[in-house]
């Protein structure tokens, strides 16, 4: 009923930036919120950033005064600005949210990952 469709990783030397970006698409009557998730090689999948629908921000403490994150919700789309990136930020970043659909209150949606690597 909803997915998620994310752009933007790639290859970038440390110090570098990124931007990503993440589309729900589907049946969707509201966002309550989106944000983003990382999962490096051998480690456990933690949160990044999260924004809920009324703008407050959320981040882990890795990328405080690093990354920003913002949403469009006329576009039902959410973005993550990566600015200077370090080698430990390389990860799977998935997009994910939390929707109110038909049948569903809080449906919880996954991206597919998109690959960031950050080379030193």
């Known amino acids: 009923q909803v997915q998620l469709v994310e752009s933007g990783g790639g290859l970038v030397q440390a110090g570098g930036s990124l931007r990503l970006s993440c589309a729900a698409s589907g049946i969707i009557f509201r966002i309550n919120n989106m944000g983003w998730y990382r999962q490096a090689p051998g480690k456990q999948r933690e949160l990044v950033a999260s924004?809920?629908?009324?703008?407050?921000?959320n981040y882990a403490d890795s990328v405080k005064g690093r990354f920003t994150i913002s949403r469009d919700n006329a576009k039902n789309t959410v973005y993550l600005e990566m600015n200077s990136l370090k080698p430990e930020d390389t990860a799977v970043y998935y997009c994910?949210?939390?929707?109110?659909?038909?049948?569903?209150?809080?449906?919880?949606?996954w991206g597919q990952g998109t690959l960031v690597t950050v080379s030193s």
């Open positions: 924004v809920i629908s009324g703008g407050t921000t």
């Open positions: 994910h949210a939390n929707v109110w659909s038909r049948g569903a209150l809080g449906l919880e949606v």
